[in-house]
């Protein structure tokens, strides 16, 4: 083995280069995904509506600067569908959207009261909302608290927590935005 290989190959084995390359390949993967939504959105916007819903059609548009959030939301939170993009949750009361802390809503872990939240409807309309609340609370109580804390208009924003758990987290990051 030539000299430049055996050096390539210690760099490559080395614990700081996995440190440095994994963030890059997930980044490089979210951006795919992200322009991969994005196009999705924009087909099925134009796309004609005769065709039956179903829970893995797109629903809206979820954008949150402050947290470099822009992805699309689909109509269910389906085990499957949560696979590919938040969903809204099939329960009754205020909307809610879930999503994977580890993937979609990673971004949440800088979200803040007072932030800025957009959601673009099929229709193409444009919600502006305010994040007026965040909390960690447990898996069941998360219907509990969106009841208690709802008001008309209110949308929900749900993801486990901690946001850097290794595995199942325990618990869950709630937060209330309302229209402004």
């Not at 087909?43 to 893995?56: F, H, I, L, N, T």
């Not at 548009?61 to 402050?66: E, Q, Y």
Request: charged share 20%; hydrophobic share 45%; aromatic share 8%.
């Amino acid at each position: 083995m030539t000299l430049p290989r055996l050096i390539l190959l210690l760099v490559w084995l080395s614990p700081g280069f996995a440190l440095t390359v994994r963030p890059v390949v997930h980044a490089a993967a979210r951006a795919v995904a992200e322009a991969q939504s994005a196009k999705q959105w924009a087909q099925w916007k134009k796309a004609s509506r005769d065709s039956p819903v179903r829970a893995s059609d797109p629903a809206a548009w979820l954008s949150i600067p402050a947290c470099a959030i822009s992805l699309l939301v689909l109509r269910e939170a389906t085990e499957a569908n949560l696979h590919t993009a938040p969903g809204f949750a099939g329960w009754s009361g205020p909307r809610t959207v879930l999503g994977h802390r580890d993937t979609h809503l990673r971004g949440l872990e800088r979200i803040r009261e007072g932030h800025a939240v957009n959601l673009e409807w099929e229709t193409g309309a444009v919600s502006r909302y305010r994040v007026i609340h965040t909390e960690v609370t447990t898996p069941a109580e998360i219907q509990p608290r969106i009841a208690a804390l709802a008001a008309a208009g209110d949308v929900f924003l749900v993801t486990c927590h901690p946001f850097r758990y290794i595995g199942p987290a325990p618990r869950r990051f709630l937060v209330q935005i309302r229209p402004h």
